[in-house]
């Protein structure tokens, strides 16, 4: 998974997001967001878990804001 940097940087600006309130929206330091919007870091487990809850809580579509490296696979759902 990789975060869409873009699309999260619109969200701050349409919704008047500082970089440090995005931050605390997510649930991640500053310091560690403000290196992952400017290519220096990948996002790890707190920042993904932070984002889908953001979403969940504005009502906006995870998928717009992280990247899957592949499509997930349904095999393993037992259907009845």
Same mark, same amino acid.
Do not use: H
């Given at each position: 998974?990789?975060?869409?940097?873009?699309?999260?940087?619109?969200?701050?600006?349409?919704?008047?997001?500082?970089?440090?309130?995005?931050?605390? $929206?997510?649930? &991640?330091?500053?310091?560690? %967001?403000?290196?992952?919007? /400017?290519? +220096?870091?990948?996002?790890?487990? $707190?920042?993904? &878990?932070?984002?889908?809850? %953001?979403?969940?809580?504005? /009502?906006? +579509?995870?998928?717009?804001?992280?990247?899957?490296?592949?499509?997930?696979?349904?095999?393993?759902?037992?259907?009845?």
């Amino acid at each position: 998974m990789r975060v869409n940097i873009q699309a999260i940087e619109k969200l701050a600006e349409v919704r008047g997001w500082s970089t440090p309130v995005l931050a605390e $929206k997510v649930g &991640v330091e500053y310091s560690y %967001l403000f290196r992952i919007l /400017n290519g +220096k870091k990948n996002g790890g487990a $707190k920042l993904f &878990v932070g984002l889908f809850k %953001l979403c969940k809580q504005e /009502n906006l +579509k995870v998928e717009d804001y992280i990247f899957l490296n592949e499509s997930l696979s349904t095999d393993n759902i037992e259907t009845a």
